[in-house]
T-cell receptor, first 113, second 116 residues
Framework: GENVEQHPSTLSVQEGDSAVIKCTYSDSASNYFPWYKQELGKRPQLIIDIRSNVGEKKDQRIAVTLNKTAKHFSLHITETQPEDSAVYFCAASRNNQGGKLIFGQGTELSVKP | GAVVSQHPSWVICKSGTSVKIECRSLDFQATTMFWYRQFPKQSLMLMATSNEGSKATYEQGVEKDKFLINHASLTLSTLTVTSAHPEDSSFYIC????????????FGAGTRLSVL
């Protein structure tokens, strides 16, 4: 079945360093890839997304890259801050599934001051 | 925009009782609503997908008679955990899908269910 693999499961960085989280997907028909940030005990919040016709998208300190051929996409956070500490989830979906998302396992990011 | 309200945020109940959780999209009409269960330090596990006015589509392994979903309008979906048992204790999160170029899911704040 459809699957999204996410790595690493935990990531610890020093404040100011960059963080990279990687995901691979199995369904070649996937065409939409959102990233969600979930702080402890709170709701997942959409932080950035990318469509399959784009290779890279940037929003301030956050960027996402997509390699359709290899079926993988990555989240890049630069100049990390303690408030970036959270669990990050990647996901994949395709148009004809009504928005159903296949989530990765999550990455717990810890930014140490 | 894209605000999703979920109530209650926390509920404690006795074993054998039923619990209803509401999910509302406050400022948009949701084409589809999704119900998830999340265990500590784990990912979101999709339980079911619901569309207004039709029966919910349940994921494999999810008991539809145990987890009743009603989607009465484009802004309201409810999940009822029937005859709850301690193993049903979990964090339940809903999301509402807003149609654009694709359907984007916006999440509720979640409901922590504790069954005694």
């Amino acid at each position: 079945g459809e699957n999204v693999e996410q790595h690493p499961s935990t990531l610890s960085v020093q404040e100011g360093d960059s963080a990279v989280i990687k995901c691979t997907y199995s369904d070649s028909a996937s065409n939409y890839f959102p990233w969600y940030k979930q702080e402890l005990g709170k709701r997942p919040q959409l932080i950035i997304d990318i469509r399959s016709n784009v290779g890279e998208k940037k929003d301030q300190r956050i960027a996402v890259t997509l390699n359709k051929t290899a079926k993988h996409f990555s989240l890049h956070i630069t100049e990390t801050q303690p408030e970036d500490s959270a669990v990050y989830f990647c996901a994949a979906s395709r148009n004809n599934q009504g928005g159903k998302l296949i989530f990765g396992q999550g990455t717990e990011l810890s930014v140490k001051p | 925009g894209a605000v999703v309200s979920q109530h209650p945020s926390w509920v404690i109940c006795k074993s054998g009782t039923s619990v209803k959780i509401e999910c509302r999209s406050l400022d948009f009409q949701a084409t589809t609503m999704f119900w998830y269960r999340q265990f500590p330090k784990q990912s979101l596990m999709l339980m079911a997908t619901s569309n207004e006015g039709s029966k919910a589509t349940y994921e494999q392994g999810v008991e539809k008679d145990k987890f009743l979903i009603n989607h009465a309008s484009l802004t309201l979906s409810t999940l009822t955990v029937t005859s709850a048992h301690p193993e049903d204790s979990s964090f339940y999160i809903c999301s509402a899908g807003r149609q654009g170029r694709e359907v984007i899911q916006y999440f509720g704040a979640g409901t922590r269910l504790s069954v005694l």
